[in-house]
């Protein structure tokens, strides 16, 4: 019986083989080439700065300082005004929060902004507000921005602040996550806070805490909250009987 005869010797063909490894690198080569750059272009969007907020970090610490007193006068103004019965009206500008969120704020209330959070500004226009932060974990830093719709609604005393966006940088940030953590952190500051819904939007509703001790026998009614560019007005009206249930129209705010 013929012994098997021994297989024939398969040939490889190495430069088969070594093409097949030069397209493999060439290939990792432009994948981790478009991963870098997407990382980079993520990072680099992280780290956009809105333009009002350039602008009010760039503002002279003395300019800040003045507003931010001017806005405390504002207020301990219309602090005096909403004790009488009769209407009462504020204005305060963007550079006067702004200043007293550079310099009060920090000196007066410190630890009063959550971890990793640190200096906010504005910016009012009639359309909306807008409200930037400076954020950091660990090595990880960017600017938070918000832009909002703010109006008062039906009820009394009660604003409602519609959200549109929210970004790091120029990335979108999804606050569906969030709603709970800000209205629990709304409720322990003594601002009870609601979520609802518009197109949707979140929208967060607000009860202005104005049941307090110092307005004993007294009914404060806000009437108006409006944008102006560069500023907020807000105006109401303070009685001695019961408090009015529903707000008035434009026209007759603007009677008064």
Partial sequence: MDSL?????????????????????????????????????????????PEFYAQALAAPRETQAAA??????????????????????????QDQINGWLAVDLPEKFPGSLPGGVSEPRVAVSPDQVQLAVKWQQGSTSAVLSAAGEIRLTQ??????????????????????RFLDEIANRASSSGLPLEWTEVEGDPVALIKLPLEREEFRGKQLLVEELRLEEGAIVVAGHTDDGGLRTTQPSASETRQR
């Fill in 5 to 49: 005869a021994p297989a024939p010797p398969v040939h490889r063909r190495p430069w088969l083989t070594r093409g097949m490894v030069r397209v493999a690198l060439a290939v990792a080569v432009v994948l981790t080439i478009i991963a870098a750059a997407a990382l980079w272009g993520v990072y680099r969007a992280s780290q956009q700065v």
């Fill in 68 to 93: 931010g007193q001017e806005l405390e006068r504002q207020a301990l103004s219309l602090n005096s005004q909403v004790r009488r019965p009769g209407r009462w009206e504020a204005r305060f500008t």
């Fill in 155 to 176: 009820q009394p005393n009660e604003v409602a602040i519609r959200i549109l966006s929210v970004r790091a940088g120029a990335l979108p940030v999804p606050l569906a």
